[in-house]
């Protein structure tokens, strides 16, 4: 089973500030990791997938790269509406099966 | 506008038996994988299930496999989850989810790509 861990834990950056996400598989997952964020007492939004495609709608400041075992979440410029908790995700080839990862905490500092 | 609405979130004692469902509209529903995913208070997000567009493949996490079902209507544009031999450990809010493709597991793709606002379960006696 392939097990996602990100990092930090717990980011604390200002308003305006680049915030960079790690998330890192415990083997390859070639291209497959997708990246949602999720607001207090709302839904998962997806964000990223593909590694690098930006999902419908989302703003430009959101980027991701990567792939085999290491990826990343970038937001060029923090707006007070992205402080939320972010969680990347993949799929197994066969039998698909979906894993998240535990989630990076990005708060206001 | 892609819409999902889930129900049948109780409290339940342990061992019962519990059938959620999701509503789907705003999309060609017969068109598109869906899944169920949870999360229990305070934590991170676990992938319950999956099914393909049109029902004929289902696949579920180690932890529910055995015990959860996953279904279809595509005439009624509805999603389920029968969860049997409920545990302490299964209590969470339930989401259902859209995938971006028709079986859940194609070569790219976005995967899932919108969510209900999510039904509680609860387990205790």
């Known amino acids: 089973e392939i097990v996602l861990t990100q990092s930090p834990a717990t980011l604390s950056l200002s308003p305006g500030e680049r915030a960079t996400l790690s998330c890192r598989a415990s083997q390859s997952v070639s291209s497959y990791l997708a990246w949602y964020q999720q607001k207090p007492g709302q839904a998962p939004r997806l964000l990223i997938y593909d590694a690098s495609n930006r999902a419908t709608g989302i703003p430009a400041r959101f980027s991701g790269s990567g792939s085999g075992t290491d990826f990343t979440l970038t937001i060029s410029s923090l707006e007070p509406e992205d402080f939320a908790v972010y969680y990347c995700?993949?799929?197994?080839?066969?039998?698909?099966?979906?894993?998240f990862g535990q989630g990076t905490k990005l708060e206001i500092k | 506008e892609v819409q999902l609405v889930e129900s049948g979130g109780v409290v339940v004692q342990p061992g019962g038996s519990l059938r959620l469902s999701c509503a789907a509209s705003g999309f060609t529903f017969d068109d598109y994988a869906m899944h169920w995913v949870r999360q229990a208070p305070g934590k991170g997000l676990e992938w319950v299930s999956l099914?393909?567009?049109?029902?004929?493949?289902?696949y579920y996490a180690d932890s529910v496999k055995g015990r959860f079902t996953i279904s279809r209507d595509n005439s009624k544009n509805s999603l389920y989850l029968q969860m049997n031999s409920l545990r302490a450990e299964d209590t969470a809010l339930y989401y259902c989810?859209?995938?971006?493709?028709?079986?859940?597991?194609?070569?790219?793709?976005?995967?899932?790509?919108?969510w209900g606002q999510g039904t509680l379960v609860t387990v205790s006696s």
């Open positions: 995700q993949q799929r197994s080839n066969w039998p698909p099966k979906y894993t």
């Open positions: 989810a859209k995938d971006g493709t028709a079986t859940g597991y194609s070569s790219g793709g976005p995967p899932l790509d919108y």
């Open positions: 099914i393909s567009w049109d029902g004929g493949s289902t």
